[in-house]
């Protein structure tokens, strides 16, 4: 059955109507379990630098079964002084070349002399202070300065500037101000599913496609498994794998991100807890144990770094990176159809994990139940030392949450460790250094254009009555959306009554679907849709497949 409403609103008053809407109830016996406040959480409240959510224009919301509702917003205006720009780039070191130059912001006396090249061309610059808004583990301040000539009607306009630039020797890319990331009043358009578990009485948790290293569409996920709806969830490296710690029915697919926040659903998404998680592997032979680096990755290199064992440059988190280590060792499960190939050496293990093969090059499949531990560098020697056939391997698995505990992984448990934090305990929470999404270093352009700047967001949260939110918020598009910043989407997770909430993966890959309406955002890239390593999906149905 559906039921759709709409209503159009031009004040301040429909914003509060709706984030009511959302909050309004008592709390159901079989409603999700929100958080527990927790003592001594870094928190912090919504700021004087901090974006409110604007105005809403008008809200259609439909019913797709008793108790899951879809909303579609749009929110905020188009400001006649947003106009195209042109930012020219900055050398990553003084003296550096100015044709060659990649950094969108740097310090202000690099960016004064960027200037003063510019002037002596015949343009006229201005250089612009960027900032950041106070988050949980760092505070308010200034991220580095950049550098930008003119005001344009259009795109067009503002391209055949970018060209006269490049010519006389400078190095740049088109803008548009609406989506700094700065105007709380900017065009949005916002969608909303929201599951009561009072009257649901279906599940919602994860689902990937044929295999975890083969991408496939959400219109195609929710078909295929006969979903009610579903969102994006974790991003994927270039295999297609996802990437942090990735747990579905129980089972540990991918490895975490250490430290890194993720969120835990349990009870078909009855039970929802955003923490910050940690993995401990290890496998046992020939009386010698060794830590595995890794599962359903490719061996050495660690996307969003955040590994063990010695990566480089950074075991830290860090968004968007590729850390390396040239020694590992790294487990495939039989979910992975495809694994790499090369040099090094690996086992194959059935499903009791004991040693079928020992082989000194890689790229085995990995048999129905069973698995490989692939090993390259010291961690192919050490696989060729101590691994016997007929053997069995002792492999120890641990999942850790934020307080060090283990996580225990019961058959409906999942884990998508995405991030940043968003909200905990209904306080707008971002944590930028520890999730990685401030980068180490002396280039911030990753920061500047992911997390300052405004970009298509997906998220997933819990209300206070224990009711689901899964937010997907449209961006990178003129006149349509202009999309928020990590901070903006935070606040607009707060104002909806989320009191947990975790960011997930975004920009082209921010999709909603239902099945009465199929796509119901308007994706970024201009190919449509993006095809994805895993996805959180509304199902009818009490159990998963």
Same mark, same amino acid.
């Given at each position: ?37 927790a ?32 909303t579609?917003?749009v ?14 780039n ?12 990649t950094?969108?912001?740097?310090p ?5 002399r960027?200037a ?18 106070a ?22 306009a ?60 959400l219109?195609?996920l ?24 990735y747990?579905?029915?129980g089972?540990?697919?991918?490895t975490a ?21 940690t ?28 590994g ?11 968004q ?21 190939? =090369? /040099? @090094?050496?690996? #086992?194959? +293990?059935?499903? %009791?994990?004991?040693v079928?093969? !020992?082989?000194? &090059? ?6 129905a ?32 949450? =934020? /307080? @060090?505990?283990? #996580?225990? +992984?019961?058959? %409906?448990?999942?884990i998508?460790? !995405?991030?940043? &934090?968003?909200?905990?305990?209904g ?41 689901l +939110? ?7 598009? !003129? ?9 903006g ?14 960011n ?28 994805l390593?895993?996805?959180?999906? !509304? ?7």
């Open positions: 059955m559906r039921k759709s409403t709409h209503l159009t609103v031009s004040s301040a008053a429909a914003v509060l109507a709706f984030c009511a809407f959302t909050a309004l109830g008592t709390v159901p016996t079989t409603g999700a379990t929100a958080r527990p406040a003592a001594g959480r870094p928190v912090t409240a919504a700021g004087p630098d901090s974006p409110e959510l604007p105005l809403t224009r008008s809200a259609t919301s439909t019913e797709i079964a008793p108790g899951v509702t879809g579609s917003l929110v905020g205006r188009t400001n006649t002084a947003d106009a195209w720009t042109v930012q020219v900055q050398p990553l070191t003084d003296g550096g070349p100015y044709d060659r130059a950094a969108a912001l740097g202000k006396a690099r960016a004064d960027l003063a090249a510019l002037r002596a061309k015949g343009y006229a610059p201005r250089v612009e202070e960027i900032r950041t808004p988050y949980a583990d760092r505070p308010a301040g200034t991220l580095g300065w950049t550098v930008r000539v003119g005001r344009y009607a259009d795109r067009p503002a391209a055949t500037v970018l060209a006269g630039l490049t010519r006389a020797g400078f190095a740049g890319e088109n803008r548009y101000t609406a989506q700094d990331g700065t105007d709380p009043e900017a065009l949005q358009r916002v969608f909303v599913l929201r599951v009561d578990f009072k009257q649901f009485t279906g599940r919602v948790d994860s689902d990937f496609g044929p295999s975890v290293d083969a991408p496939e569409h219109t195609d929710v078909t295929s498994t006969r979903a009610l709806a579903g969102i994006n969830a974790q991003w994927s490296a270039d295999s297609g794998a996802p990437l942090g710690l747990v579905k029915d089972r540990l697919l991918s991100t250490q430290g890194r926040g993720g969120v835990r659903m349990a009870r078909g998404g009855r039970e929802l807890d955003v923490d910050t998680y993995t401990r592997i290890a496998v046992s032979a020939g009386g010698a144990t060794r830590e595995i680096d890794g599962i359903n990755r490719i061996p050495g290199e660690i996307w969003n770094c955040g063990v064992g010695g990566d480089q440059p950074t075991e830290h988190p860090q968007d990176f590729k850390c390396t280590d040239d020694s590992e060792l790294v487990r495939f499960t039989s979910d992975w159809t495809t694994p790499p190939t =090369g /040099a @090094g050496a690996e #086992v194959v +293990l059935d499903r %009791d994990d004991r079928t093969a !020992v082989n000194r &090059t890689r790229g085995a499949k990995p048999p139940g069973g698995s490989t531990i692939q090993g390259i560098g010291e961690g192919a020697q050490w696989l060729i030392g101590h691994a016997r056939t007929g053997a069995r391997l002792g492999i120890t698995q641990r999942v850790l949450d =934020g /307080a @060090g505990h283990d #996580v225990p +992984l019961t058959p %409906d448990t999942t998508l460790q !995405v991030g940043p &934090t968003l909200v905990r305990d306080l707008v929470s971002v944590n930028a250094v520890g999730d990685g999404i401030i980068r180490e270093g002396i280039d911030q352009t990753h920061t500047y254009n992911w997390v300052v700047r405004g970009n298509p967001r997906s998220m997933v949260g819990v209300d206070d009555q224990g009711r +939110l899964l937010v997907v918020v449209d961006g990178r598009q !003129v006149g349509w959306s202009s999309g928020l910043s990590i901070t989407g935070a606040e607009l997770m707060k104002s909806l009554g989320a009191r947990e909430a975790l997930l993966d975004g920009g082209g890959s921010s999709v909603m679907v239902t099945t009465g309406s199929g796509i119901v955002n308007r994706p970024s890239d201009t190919t449509g849709q993006r095809s390593s895993n996805v959180l999906l !509304v199902r009818p149905n009490a159990a998963g497949r």
